[in-house]
């Protein structure tokens, strides 16, 4: 495991590099599929590190209580090297009630945690509808919670998604997540 930062290139306001990928559901996702939300939180994460399952919950509870927001996680990790981040193992963590995202998404190429310049899971984008395009507003922490075993006691996430939903700026330094690498197949 290799701790990372989170580390984007893309600024406040560029609007959301695009991506076809498949969900858990067998369907396939592109930002076309969320243009009824009014926000998009995108969250690289994975199945096996122990910061991205440390973060589940949050997600799953973000997904439930924010209807104006679509939550959707996207796992970019090499399966052939990381087998539990397979789509198999991902559909059996949806279907048993673990990860209840709004979608869960597979980026076998890597090419979109790539466009996105993600480097760690969990690594958190978000994005605010304006004008019929996704913006980003947010790309940092989810909380305050920098290992898996702490308990969080702020919600950076939640301010975030709070002002935009209520049609503010969005505040906030955007402090790095943290997390284990990407596993990027080797070229």
Same mark, same amino acid.
């Given at each position: ?7 984007? !290139? ?6 959301? @590099? ?54 959707? *996680? ?8 990381? @087998?539990?981040?397979?789509?198999? #193992?991902?559909?059996?963590?949806? !279907?048993? *009630? ?15 945690? #790539? !466009? ?5 899971? @969990? ?16 790309? *940092? ?44 197949? !080797?070229?």
């Amino acid at each position: 495991m290799v701790l990372l930062e989170s580390d984007t !290139e893309l600024s406040a306001g560029e609007p959301a @590099p695009t991506f076809d990928l498949e969900g858990t559901d067998g369907d396939r996702y592109t930002l076309e599929s969320f243009a009824d939300a009014e926000a998009l939180l995108i969250v690289f994460t994975c199945n096996h590190c122990p910061y991205a399952k440390a973060k589940f919950d949050l997600l799953n509870d973000l997904a439930s209580e924010y209807d104006e927001v679509a939550v959707v *996680g996207v796992n970019p990790n090499d399966a052939a090297e990381y @087998p539990d981040d397979s789509m198999e #193992r991902m559909r059996e963590l949806v !279907e048993a *009630g673990t990860i209840e995202y709004d979608a869960y998404l597979r980026d076998d190429s890597q090419e979109v945690a #790539r !466009e996105y310049d993600a480097v760690c899971t @969990p690594d958190p984008f978000l994005f605010e509808r304006e004008d019929g395009e996704f913006r980003l507003v947010y790309q *940092g922490r989810l909380d305050d919670a920098l290992n898996p075993d702490d308990e969080p006691t702020r919600f950076h996430i939640r301010e975030a998604i709070d002002a935009v939903l209520a049609g503010e700026d969005v505040d906030l330094e955007w402090r790095p997540s943290q997390g284990c690498s990407i596993k990027w197949r !080797e070229a």
